[in-house]
T-cell receptor, first 116, second 112 residues
Framework: AQTVTQSQPEMSVQEAETVTLSCTYD???????LFWYKQPPSRQMILVIR??????QNATENRFSVNFQKAAKSFSLKISDSQLGDTAMYFC?????????????FGQGTILTVHP | DTGVSQDPRHKITKRGQNVTFRCDPI?????LYWYRQTLGQGPEFLTY????????KSRLLSDRFSAERPKGSFSTLEIQRTEQGDSAMYLC??????????FGPGTRLTVL
């Protein structure tokens, strides 16, 4: 079974600054995917970024990038130039590949507050 | 908007009653997932369908829970004899095969 751990219950950052959210995971799978999801207050969860484990290159999506350390089983999210709209709960998630793809295991979440 | 929709958005029921939730996925999506999220926690996987076939059920899904997806379109999640521990947000998501999952707004269940 997979586990996903987010050790930072809450984080805060000033607008325009950079913040990094941490995530570690445990799995015996060799083929898997990692995700960061954003859940704004009272709004739907949306995908921020996805990383395929077989890719060494870290994924980036505009202001969002990840630091994927496969050997350490670490998957952190960096948000650059933080904006007020980034305020949300952020979840790290894992999915095995192959026929099990899509069944997500989530971490406990990190509440991120961006201050003006 | 043709996103994932869920109905009802809120449900308050008394312990022991049965409840049923509905999820309408994005129309061309063949996969549909149900998750449960308690306050301050990450969602937990319950079950998923590929078209009309239910491919996997979590051990969290006790005998009181049943899900269906007739004709591979909308899905229903029924909870029989509700308990206070069933109080949670029930999330539905859909995807086109192994692509991104799109989540619905959820149904918040409160069992009194």
């Amino acid at each position: 079974a997979q586990t996903v751990t987010q050790s930072q219950p809450e984080m805060s950052v000033q607008e325009a600054e950079t913040v990094t959210l941490s995530c570690t995971y445990d799995t015996s799978e060799s083929n898997y995917y990692l995700f960061w999801y954003k859940q704004p207050p009272s709004r739907q969860m949306i995908l921020v970024i996805r990383q395929e484990a077989y890719k060494q290159q870290n994924a980036t999506e505009n202001r969002f990038s990840v630091n994927f350390q496969k050997a350490a089983k670490s998957f952190s999210l960096k948000i650059s130039d933080s904006q007020l709209g980034d305020t949300a709960m952020y979840f790290c998630a894992f999915s095995a590949g192959g026929t099990s793809y899509g069944k997500l295991t989530f971490g406990q979440g990190t509440i991120l507050t961006v201050h003006p | 908007d043709t996103g994932v929709s869920q109905d009802p958005r809120h449900k308050i029921t008394k312990r022991g009653q049965n409840v049923t939730f509905r999820c309408d996925p994005i129309s061309e999506h063949n996969r549909l997932y149900w998750y449960r999220q308690t306050l301050g926690q990450g969602p937990e996987f319950l079950t998923y369908f590929q078209n009309e076939a239910q491919l996997e059920k979590s051990r969290l899904l006790s005998d009181r829970f049943s899900a269906e997806r007739p004709k591979g379109s909308f899905s229903t999640l029924e909870i029989q004899r509700t308990e206070q521990g069933d109080s949670a947000m029930y999330l539905c998501a859909s995807s086109l095969s192994s692509h991104e999952q799109f989540f619905g707004p959820g149904t918040r269940l409160t069992v009194l």
